[in-house]
């Protein structure tokens, strides 16, 4: 649903630098140099960011129509 | 055996390397251990929700809380377990009150680490900017949080350092211990409370032979 907040192998944190691995790897960079530049060596932890799909986006919509305005 | 002698190699903001002379083997690598399972650090662990109507389930949402690494001052609090207070909801020593209020008013909003308001201010999130839930519009949470010392062998979320290697280095009966914080308390602190840790359960150990080998 959401990124996690931590690796699950060895429990760096991670969860704060999806939103700039993201948007560096949308706007063409190299997702294995974005990685490198965010000092991510692991490769446990490089896999968190790389298999990541934030799904959240996908099902935020319908609740926005579901819920009532306040 | 020579007297045990330290080097630092190399020492940045979440990590530090020494060079160990003089140490067995079995000695650094129980100092290794205890920077992973031993050394106590905060991270929420109880957790009242108000209010939750997020797409994450309550448990989800917890569990998101918990991982949060929380920055530790371990002068300031103690374990429960060693908490002189009895009380079971914990004391100004053993535990502090994070409260988390926010809704999506006109616009989705990403809740934030950050967004935790904490009763102390040195007990406050590593890194602000870790996402916990999106909110669409209309949609609020409101919890109470409450943090308290744990160790990593309980569970991975008071794990202070995230890597703890020992590596054979150049000569005999030298090593090179690497630890990886993950933000709740510098590297060295860890390494030095791991040894303090380390000296106290020898102690409790000696004490106990002398007891049983005195009946």
């Not at chain 2, 999106?134 to 794990?159: C, D, I, M, N, T």
């Not at chain 2, 280095?169 to 860890?190: D, Q």
């Amino acid at each position: 649903m959401m990124i996690p907040i931590r690796c699950f192998t060895c429990g760096k944190p991670i969860g704060d630098k999806f939103t700039d691995f993201e948007a560096k790897v949308k706007a063409g960079e190299d997702p294995g140099k974005v990685l490198d530049d965010l000092k991510i060596k692991r490769y446990c932890c490089r896999r968190m960011l790389i298999s990541s799909v934030d799904l959240i986006d996908q099902v935020l919509p319908y609740y926005a129509q579901k819920s009532p305005p306040s | 055996m020579t007297a045990p002698k330290v080097k630092v190699l190399q020492e940045s903001d979440d990590e530090i390397s020494l060079q160990l002379e003089g140490v067995d083997r079995s000695y650094a690598n129980a100092v290794r251990r205890f920077c992973i399972s031993e050394v106590p650090s905060m991270a929420i662990d109880d957790i009242v929700i108000l209010e939750n109507s997020s797409v994450l389930y309550d448990e989800i949402l917890a569990h998101r809380l918990g991982m949060v690494p929380l920055r530790t001052d371990l002068e300031r609090y103690v374990l429960p377990e060693r908490c002189d207070c009895g009380n079971p909801l914990g004391c100004q020593k053993c535990r502090v009150l994070l409260v988390l209020d926010a809704t999506a008013k006109e616009r989705p909003r990403t809740v934030v680490s950050g967004d935790l308001v904490s009763e102390d201010r040195e007990v406050c999130p590593v890194n602000p900017n870790i996402p916990i839930v999106k909110l669409a519009v209309g949609q609020s949470v409101k919890l109470e949080a409450y943090a308290r010392l744990g160790r990593g062998k309980e569970h991975a979320k008071w794990q202070p350092a995230t890597a703890s290697i020992l590596t054979e280095g150049k000569g005999e009966g030298v090593f090179v211990l690497k630890v990886e914080t993950s933000g709740t308390m510098p590297a060295k602190e860890i390494v030095a409370r791991s040894i303090e840790k380390l000296e106290e359960k020898l102690k409790e150990l000696q004490k106990e032979v002398e007891e049983k080998a005195a009946q």
